[in-house]
């Protein structure tokens, strides 16, 4: 599917970040994917030494959020909060 039209079936009922009304088109991955560790954890080889402790890791598939910004989710993902100072006020206040 690399440089179709991404599917309305990917999309329908999603609320999407378009750039200036430009159509959505996949983009295929430009690094290989395989298994490793005895667990068998798909990971990219563009980081192999990663690769090579995949046992040791913790790898969450489950996240989930309705932010479709890249700044804002950033923030939620850093202090659970959109509200910038939230992690800074809850440092204030233990003090």
Not at 37 to 53: A, L, N
């Amino acid at each position: 599917m690399n440089g179709e039209p991404m599917p309305e079936s990917f999309t329908k009922g999603q609320q999407l970040a378009q750039l200036q009304r430009q159509k959505l088109i996949c983009f295929a991955p430009q690094y290989a994917f395989r298994k490793f560790g005895k667990s068998g954890q798909e990971m990219t080889e563009i980081f192999p030494h990663i690769g090579s402790v995949a046992d040791d890791l913790c790898i969450i598939r489950s996240t989930y959020g309705e932010l479709i910004h890249h700044d804002p989710a950033h923030q939620v993902m850093n202090n659970g909060s959109i509200l910038p100072s939230r992690s800074g006020f809850r440092d204030s206040m233990s003090g």
